[in-house]
């Protein structure tokens, strides 16, 4: 639900990284908040527990300057992963302009990466979107860690995620930061594309 | 497997590292020929301890915590959808939005100052109702219910519509509360707000729904149509392509004033308006239409 600020020229639109608990939803934001800060126009704000997992969500507001004619202001969110906060991840996906999937690529989290997605899918359509409709774009995350514990292929994640839904698709570490940029900026680039159509904004 | 477990651990992934290392001590101790299998057994058992003790803080914690007042300033901020610029408006969705993380006690001291405005009391006296059965604090909620009983401030018809409401929450809980009865509270008109949107925990399964046309080429019409999924207070429904003239008056965005709908414990009318129509391109339903209908009041 992006707000349109005809007069100002302004367009303030939302991205929610989602994904199952612990997969490195708030490491993304956290690598993109410590390396994007010409980007980043406010501080990172992360509700979480003791146990540094995120209990209501994560914040993080971008400007990310002019495109076509238009101020473009960015807000990240991420959800809490875990299953027990259903209705808080349903409340921060609401009004959601685009949606970056972080999946985990550890072998013994693919349940639980196709069980997220379906939670996505079912939140969007108590919102009148799905999978298919809103800008989404797929994170394989963790590949820092392949040698050390059994991963997922890429293909297989693929297919697990991927072969119906066709949306960009990128291997990632959000700890070291490889392809977290990558992820965001496709994201965007969908999402602005998305809008332009839908609130008809040119130049 | 060790080194596994470790990994599972540092993810935070403490139900995984556990399984490993109960998986590993299980090896060692079926594997006598171990060199040091004793401090081997023993250091493993510590990790499984740690382990364990780790999951148990993870699985007790709050499922909400109070937040502090500058990250609820911000929850107020940015989950405070209002379509239109009315104060008013806004602050209500202020308020909604802490009740909805779970931050009630603010939430209540918000609703209470709401109600000082008319056009506003009624919905700030459901959500005080809501916050109260949210916390599993019916005593208040019967007690602010019954203040409000004897006080002059509502209408026969605005106390009458919160009685239902309030009676309703707690029948759904299974509860055994009575509600003290309306006696001679004034008569008057009730002041609805047009955005007091229903919640969802309002909406009973429904099973179908008739749409009654009330303007365009279709006006005076009915359309019955089952309804094939339900997600709160979206109902989906499946219209055949021989509806056709009926489908295309109802674009996304249209509101439906006159709508009824048939539960298996009651037949209510109400009013919703249309968030999702899709054609349907293949499969056995193909050139037929989903269409999403969002319920926004039931009487």
Excluded at chain 1, 18 to 24: D, E, H, L, T, V
Excluded at chain 2, 78 to 104: M, N, R, T, V, W
Excluded at chain 2, 135 to 153: H, I
Aim: hydrophobic fraction near 40%; charge should be neutral; include cysteine.
């Amino acid at each position: 639900m992006a707000v349109f600020n005809i007069r100002n020229r302004e367009i303030e639109c939302k991205i929610v990284y989602y994904g199952p608990g612990r997969c490195g939803k708030t490491t993304n934001l956290e690598y993109i908040y410590r390396s994007f800060t010409k980007q980043v126009s406010g501080k990172m704000v992360s509700i979480d527990t003791d146990g540094d997992r995120t209990l209501f969500f994560d914040f993080l507001p971008m400007g990310i300057g002019r495109v076509m004619g238009c101020d473009v202001r960015l807000q990240l969110y991420t959800v809490p992963g875990q299953v027990k906060y259903s209705s808080t991840r349903k409340l921060v996906l609401k009004g959601a302009d685009g949606v970056v999937f972080v999946a985990d690529s550890m072998e013994i989290r693919r349940e639980k990466n196709m069980l997220s997605l379906k939670d996505l899918h079912n939140n969007l359509k108590g919102y009148g979107s799905s999978v298919f409709k809103i800008p989404l774009v797929m994170q394989y995350n963790k590949r820092d860690l392949e040698g050390q514990i059994p991963l997922m292929s890429i293909d297989q994640m693929k297919k697990d995620l991927n072969a119906q839904l066709k949306v960009p698709d990128f291997e990632a570490s959000a700890l070291t930061g490889n392809g977290v940029g990558a992820t965001l900026k496709e994201c965007l680039k969908l999402t602005l594309k998305s809008l332009q159509r839908e609130l008809k904004w040119t130049e | 497997m060790l080194r596994e477990a470790e990994i599972y651990g540092s993810q935070g992934l403490f139900r995984e590292s556990l399984q490993k290392y109960i998986e590993a001590r299980k090896l060692i101790e079926e594997n006598p020929k171990i060199k040091n299998r004793a401090s081997l057994l023993a250091a493993v058992s510590k990790k499984i301890r740690s382990v364990e003790k780790a999951l148990q803080e993870v699985d007790q914690a709050p499922a909400a915590t109070e937040m502090s007042s500058q990250e609820q300033d911000l929850v107020k901020k940015l989950f405070a959808y209002s379509p239109d610029k009315d104060q008013d408006a806004i602050e209500l969705e202020g308020a909604l939005a802490l009740a909805k993380f779970g931050q009630f006690e603010r939430a209540l001291a918000e609703f209470k100052q709401l109600q000082e405005k008319d056009n506003l009391r009624l919905a700030a006296s459901k959500n005080i109702i809501r916050c109260y059965m949210a916390m599993s604090d019916t005593d208040s909620a019967v007690d602010e219910y019954t203040r409000w009983l004897e006080s002059e401030r509502f209408s026969r018809r605005q106390m009458e519509h919160l009685g239902a409401f309030f009676q309703n929450m707690i029948d759904k809980r299974g509860l055994d509360v009575p509600l003290p009865a309306l006696g001679t509270v004034q008569g008057g008109d009730a002041t609805v707000m047009e955005n007091d949107d229903l919640a969802e925990d309002e909406i009973i399964d429904i099973s179908s729904i008739v749409i009654h046309f009330e303007s365009g080429p279709q006006a005076g019409k009915q359309l019955a149509v089952e309804v094939s999924f339900q997600t709160g207070n979206v109902v989906s429904l499946l219209i055949s392509s021989r509806d056709k003239e009926f489908i295309e008056g109802l674009d996304v965005g249209v509101k439906l004033n006159n709508l009824q709908f048939f539960s298996p414990i009651a037949i209510f009318k109400g009013s919703g308006v249309v968030t999702a129509k899709t054609r349907i391109a293949s499969g056995p339903k193909q050139g037929d239409y989903s269409l999403d209908i969002r319920i926004t009041g039931a009487e």
